[in-house]
């Protein structure tokens, strides 16, 4: 079974995440964004422009294109965490939780932090019914980003899901 990363550091963003475990829902968002964009800073013009891509083939709902221009990018830029993050997206999207699951545990290989790859493990997890580890992958989201809107969402209907087990 996939396992939840560690909180390891990459030092460059460390300010940033540290400010953003105190900051207020605005604040957070700000930096959120911030780190953000450095995740998808990839320092290749190829990979930026397969990264637009692919991003504008998930928007339009050609998730097969999406696939293709993430492969692309992953193939072309193996060490780069945004391109596998957003390839599970695609594969998740397509139903297709086996090749997602890989790619978002090559995502938080590469960037253990990466508190979206997270929250798309905890919804692929919610969507396969598995709920307490969705839980536990949306609690480490929080960890990172306190405010996390799509978590802070998601998180009530989880545990409801959760509590209204038969023990």
């Keep these: 079974m996939f396992s939840l990363p560690s909180l390891a550091q990459d030092s460059a963003l460390d300010p940033l995440f540290e400010q953003l475990k105190e900051a207020e829902p605005r604040e957070a968002n700000r930096l959120a964004k911030e780190i953000e964009l450095a995740w998808t800073r990839s320092g290749s013009a190829t990979a930026d422009l397969l990264l ?86 949306f609690d480490l989201v929080l960890a990172l980003h306190p405010h996390h809107q799509d978590v802070e969402q998601v998180l009530p209907m989880v545990e409801r899901e959760i509590g209204g087990r038969d023990l």
Excluded: C, W
Aim: aromatic share 10%; net charge negative.
């Design 52 to 137: 637009k891509r692919g991003r504008d083939a998930l928007e339009a709902g050609d998730t097969k294109a999406a696939i293709e221009h993430f492969t692309a990018l992953t193939d072309h830029a193996p060490d780069f965490a945004e391109g596998f993050h957003m390839r599970a997206m695609a594969y998740a999207d397509a139903e297709k939780f086996g090749p997602a699951l890989a790619d978002i545990e090559r995502a938080l290989t590469l960037n253990p932090r990466h508190y979206n790859a997270i929250a798309s493990l905890g919804g692929i997890l919610y969507h396969v019914e598995n709920y307490e580890k969705a839980k536990q992958a």
